[in-house]
């Protein structure tokens, strides 16, 4: 068995008044896990940094683009029977405009921006959950202790 990583996730975000939401896409039926919400993930390509592969599957799955994107301190992972691998995410935190309209990409049948307790009652995944309360404890209450790392970009 290996460890690798081939994977990205990217939690964006917008701000609504002092209220944080998430977006979420729905897994097309015909998809693996079909029908299960979750947050932009998708593949890094050849040579691609992970960073890059966040910001262009968020672009690619909703239509959007980050204002601010930061490393989450917190990496997802998996086990592939396919690949016999231990398949490690790196996760990202990306802000966007409030008032942009995110679209539906055809690997998904259904997008919605929720709140916390909601992505909490619907997402499947323990780890999503977690990095979740990750995100916010450090956005929201630990500012002037230890901020996130911010990627610098050109968008």
Request: proline share 2%; charged share 30%.
């Amino acid at each position: 068995m290996k460890i690798t990583s081939l994977m990205v996730k990217t939690y964006a975000f917008r701000m609504k008044g002092n209220s944080i939401e998430f977006i979420l896409l729905k897994r097309s039926e015909n998809d693996i896990y079909p029908n299960l919400w979750q947050m932009v993930s998708g593949r890094i390509e050849e040579g691609e940094k992970a960073y890059d592969a966040a910001l262009r599957e968020l672009k690619e799955e909703t239509g959007l683009e980050a204002l601010r994107m930061w490393v989450i301190p917190n990496v997802e992972s998996f086990y592939s029977h396919e690949l016999d691998s231990l398949i490690l995410i790196p996760v990202f935190a990306a802000l966007v405009d409030s008032e942009s309209t995110a679209k539906i990409s055809e690997e998904h049948s259904g997008l919605k921006w929720a709140g916390i307790e909601e992505c909490k009652k619907i997402l499947a995944w323990e780890q999503e959950k977690k990095t979740i309360d990750v995100l916010c404890d450090y956005y929201f209450n630990k500012r002037e202790l230890l901020n996130l790392t911010e990627i610098k970009y050109n968008i």
